[in-house]
């Protein structure tokens, strides 16, 4: 799956990269995670985050291995979207997370779990993170890997509760010692889950507010560029770094234009 993910994202293709999505084994252990923390088994919570551990492992590594051969393709769309995770990828996660553990509890909705797979993104995050780190972009790294965590998170919570709320794990608060008993088991995905949010809801944030202030400069650079005559705005690149903003435009023109 991270061999087809890694030559997907190079390649630029989404095609490949659904197809690493769709044979993914990351899900299950997700799913197995749900369930030990909402029927209490440690045994089952062990084995699952040993599991998931292990496949976040050697998703990175031969994403790295891969990413340090020659010949390596520039980065391209596929890879640069899953560098900036925002709000709404938690908001797929947790539907996918109510679909793919109600397609298990429901064997004549299981067919779906394919369609479950492709949602989520789990495997071609890790992928980014890897081939990051391969060119040294460690931020871009960081950035694909809270997408996995935070698609991880979301996915183990929803779950749980579709599987509380179907019977499937009887979680009886009641015998378990009112609230402390959920807090116990919950508490920690809960809080990571909250701080992932507020973060990429910042991030969605500055992401439309940069988007505004691009849509900005374009449209004044028109206006000006209509005083010149035969002058066309072709593009515009809007970059920031700090308090610093740089505004590369490209001019079609036939006529010199003063600074």
Not at 39 to 47: I, N, Y
Not at 83 to 102: E, L
Request: hydrophobic share 55%.
């Amino acid at each position: 799956s991270t061999t087809i993910a890694a030559y997907g994202l190079l390649s630029n293709s989404t095609a490949i990269v659904i197809g690493a999505m769709l044979v993914a084994p990351l899900m299950g252990p997700i799913f197995g995670v749900a369930l030990s923390l909402a029927s209490g088994d440690r045994s089952l919570l062990r084995w699952s985050l040993v599991a998931e551990a292990a496949g976040v492992l050697i998703s990175v590594v031969v994403a790295l291995i891969i990413g340090s051969l020659p010949l390596r393709a520039d980065f391209g769309v596929e890879i640069i979207s899953r560098t900036n995770p925002t709000i709404y990828d938690i908001v797929v996660a947790v539907a996918a997370g109510i679909a793919g553990s109600y397609a298990m509890t429901n064997s004549r909705v299981s067919p779906a779990l394919p369609g479950v797979a492709i949602s989520t993104s789990l495997v071609p995050p890790l992928a980014t993170c890897g081939l990051c780190l391969s060119a040294g972009k460690f931020e871009d790294a960081l950035g694909a890997f809270l997408l996995f965590t935070a698609n991880f998170l979301a996915i183990e919570l929803s779950s749980a509760a579709i599987f509380i709320l179907f019977g499937v794990a009887h979680f009886s608060i009641p015998q378990k010692g009112t609230l402390r008993e959920f807090g116990r088991r919950f508490a920690l995905s809960i809080v990571a889950l909250i701080g992932v949010s507020i973060f990429l809801t910042g991030s969605l944030v500055t992401a439309i507010e940069s988007n505004r202030f691009a849509k900005a400069v374009k449209t004044e650079l028109s206006t000006q560029l209509r005083t010149i005559l035969g002058a066309q705005l072709s593009s515009v690149t809007v970059g920031g770094h700090g308090d610093r903003m740089g505004v590369v435009a490209v001019v079609l023109t036939p006529h010199d234009i003063e600074p």
